[in-house]
């Protein structure tokens, strides 16, 4: 059983139960959640490695459940188109793959049926995920680990909530050597049998119809789900918009960012895949320092954010400065006021909000320099910080592909309640000193006509 304790040890593997192998299961299963991909997925591959060591096959189990947290038809619909290229990707690694809807979802009652070696799966910080978790812990009666396959430098490694880039990134850095490298695919030595398939899944059967769930947000037509779509965008990003990144990243017109978020979020393409492609590419050093300095510092200090702030989605996730500055100015009258039907609905006098409004809305997607814009206009017409907050989080997470996201929660404690930010003086009015941008200052920087024109060309169809 050495080789099951090596596994066991690596810096990825969280073990949840001590709970002993049960070496005269079945099987050795996956349960499959953050990272839906059948390659580049390192719990996938430490769930065959240990399946080897047991001389047993791999299935991968998904449950298809309802009403998830602020998911709506987008989420899912997105998410399900995703499905096929992992079923395809599995079958041919040799590997099972079972595939159940609410309400046969459960992950301990298909257990119950298996009688698994052992049950895998991955890491993911938000608190109803990881809620899910503990359950299975407590009640699955093998032994269950999980795996932080989402990340490039496990999260356990940073110890503790980091509380700016700078303090994050010395240490992200630092291990980036060690972890920083391509994630080999491990073969299978046991095949899953057709003669063990429980239920496979058939690309042309509506997983969705009748599931329970919010359908009033329609599907993000900008975008098809999969890791064959998300490989395809990387090529794009690589071929046509990684050279200029440093340059044209904060530039919504021209659009010279990657795109990759939904599928980043879905687990449809690997973090892994992503960094060592742009690594090896021979655009300019600034340009791949520059994404890099996102893709991994950035994205991994939301990570931490969330794994480590139990109030990572509300206003009481923010820094006690920005606390104080924003109670002095609570009273500050506000100039314009919206209520968040108008906000919605993309109805406030400032055309270059609404553009971005109508962006997400329509797109499921909004541009990262807008998005900054987006959530602190939302503080400047609301009444309180905390309603602004919560809003915002809302409309996130409802018409966002990547919303209920990491990087999600982190960017609007960062333009609201001053999270991985510095104070900013002088004080102004209603934001104290959390960092000011305004229609003006904003659209200096890039072509903001341009940009509310392309929007408007799109809402026309």
Not at 28 to 48: C, E, G, H, K
Not at 216 to 226: C, D, I, Q, Y
Request: charged share 25%; net charge positive; aromatic share 10%.
């Amino acid at each position: 059983m050495s080789s099951i304790d090596t596994i066991a040890n690596n810096p990825y593997v969280t073990a949840r139960t001590k709970k002993s192998l049960n070496v005269d299961g079945t099987c050795v299963v996956y349960w499959m959640q953050r990272s839906q991909r059948a390659t580049d997925n390192r719990a996938l591959n430490i769930a065959v490695a240990a399946a080897n060591a047991l001389s047993k096959p791999v299935v991968v189990f998904f449950g298809l459940r309802r009403n998830a947290h602020h998911a709506n038809y987008r989420h899912y619909h997105f998410m399900v188109q995703g499905l096929a290229d992992v079923a395809e990707g599995l079958q041919k690694r040799g590997i099972g793959f079972v595939l159940r809807r609410h309400p046969e979802h459960d992950i301990v009652r298909f257990c119950a049926q298996v009688r698994p070696c052992l049950v895998i799966s991955d890491e993911d910080p938000l608190r109803r995920a990881e809620r899910g978790r503990i359950r299975a812990a407590r009640e699955l009666a093998a032994s269950f680990w999980t795996v932080d396959s989402d990340v490039i430098v496990p999260s356990r490694l940073l110890g503790k909530e980091h509380y700016a880039a700078r303090t994050i990134r010395p240490k992200i850095h630092k291990e980036l050597p060690r972890f920083l490298t391509r994630v080999p695919e491990v073969r299978v030595k046991v095949r899953w049998q057709t003669a063990l398939r429980l239920q496979s899944l058939n690309p042309e059967t509506k997983l969705l119809d009748e599931l329970p769930m919010e359908s009033a947000v329609g599907p993000a037509n900008s975008f098809t789900g999969g890791s064959e779509a998300a490989r395809s965008i990387l090529e794009r990003f690589l071929t046509d918009r990684l050279n200029g990144y440093s340059k044209n990243r904060n530039h919504p017109e021209v659009d010279g960012t990657s795109q990759l978020s939904p599928y980043l979020h879905f687990g449809h393409i690997g973090p892994h895949t992503v960094a060592t492609a742009v690594q090896q590419t021979d655009a300019p050093a600034e340009d791949r320092k520059a994404f890099l300095e996102e893709f991994i510092v950035r994205r991994e200090l939301a990570v931490n954010f969330v794994r480590y702030n139990p109030k990572y989605d509300c206003y009481d996730s923010g820094e006690p400065w920005a606390d104080q500055t924003l109670r002095l100015h609570a009273k500050d009258s506000r100039l314009y006021l919206y209520a968040e039907e108008q906000l919605e609905n993309a109805e406030t006098h400032d055309p270059l909000w609404n553009a971005a409004q109508k962006q997400m809305a329509l797109t499921g997607w909004m541009h990262g320099y807008l998005r900054m814009y987006w959530a602190k206009k939302i503080l400047e017409w609301r009444r309180s910080p905390a309603e602004a907050h919560e809003i915002a989080v809302r409309l996130n997470d409802r018409y966002e592909l990547d919303g209920r996201d990491p990087n999600g929660y982190a960017g609007i404690a960062w333009a609201i309640v001053g999270k991985h930010d510095r104070a900013w003086g002088p004080e102004r009015p209603v934001y104290g000193k959390i960092r000011y941008m305004s229609y003006a200052s904003t659209s200096r920087k890039f072509n903001s006509k341009a940009y509310i024109q392309r929007i408007a060309a799109l809402e026309r169809g």
